[in-house]
């Protein structure tokens, strides 16, 4: 039973990942995503299909059927990483897209609460009152 919940919890984040990585390639581009098989699929969802949700697929259906509890917890803590990564990028873009809304200037101080845990961003290497 263990097994299976770990392997949902897999499954579902990287369709979060998945899904993040379309949002993103939608709003900037395609030269966004490190992945050249996402990238240079024939559409991006099979992209995204491909890469990310079927290889996860048959790597949980692989290690659930040989009871690898224990792989199916490190892959899972791997993918709560990717997640954790993916929404401090999302973070990066509010600042960015901010940034770019006020037209570059550099009268925009990184924000605080566009990032989790309250973290903050590093100072721009232009402002120079940092």
Do not use: C, H
Request: charged share 15%; net charge neutral.
């Amino acid at each position: 039973m263990l097994n299976y919940l770990l392997g949902l919890g897999v499954l579902g984040l990287a369709g979060f990942d998945a899904w993040f990585s379309k949002r993103r390639m939608l709003k900037y581009g395609g030269f966004v995503e490190l992945n050249n098989g996402i990238r240079e699929a024939r559409s991006l969802d099979w992209g995204l299909f491909s890469r990310i949700i079927l290889p996860n697929f048959i790597l949980i259906a692989f290690l659930t059927l040989m009871g690898a509890t224990t792989l199916l917890g490190v892959f899972l803590g791997f993918r709560l990483a990717t997640a954790y990564y993916q929404v401090v990028s999302m973070g990066w873009e509010a600042e960015i897209d901010k940034r770019l809304a006020s037209g570059g200037t550099e009268s925009v101080a990184p924000s605080t609460t566009a990032t989790t845990n309250s973290s903050k961003l590093p100072p721009d290497p232009g402002d120079s009152a940092n």
